[in-house]
C-alpha cells in the first residue's frame, strides 16, 4: 500500500524536493528494477516522516502542492 503511495505521489508532486530527490537517485537505473523498488520504499518512509511533520507541525514539505478545497 505505502508503494502505491508513493508512486501517486512521485506522478502528482512533480516539482517537490522528495520527487527531485527520487528521480537524481534512480537516473541510468531503468534496467535495475531492484533499485527503483528500493527508492519507492524509501520514498514511502520518507512520506510518512513528511506526513507526521504535517499534522504534528503544519509544515508543508519543500515543493509540494496542497489542493484548496
Not at 21 to 26: D, I, N, Y
Not at 45 to 55: E, Q
Request: aromatic residues 8%; positive net charge; proline residues 1%.
Amino acid at each position: 500500500m505505502a508503494a502505491g503511495g508513493s508512486s501517486t505521489w512521485l506522478r502528482y508532486q512533480p516539482d517537490s524536493a522528495l520527487t527531485q530527490w527520487f528521480h537524481q537517485r534512480t537516473q541510468g537505473t531503468e534496467r535495475n528494477r531492484r533499485s527503483r523498488r528500493i527508492a519507492i520504499v524509501a520514498v514511502a518512509r520518507r512520506l510518512a516522516i513528511a506526513l507526521w511533520r504535517y499534522l504534528k507541525d503544519g509544515v508543508v514539505s519543500e515543493g509540494a502542492q496542497l489542493k484548496s478545497i
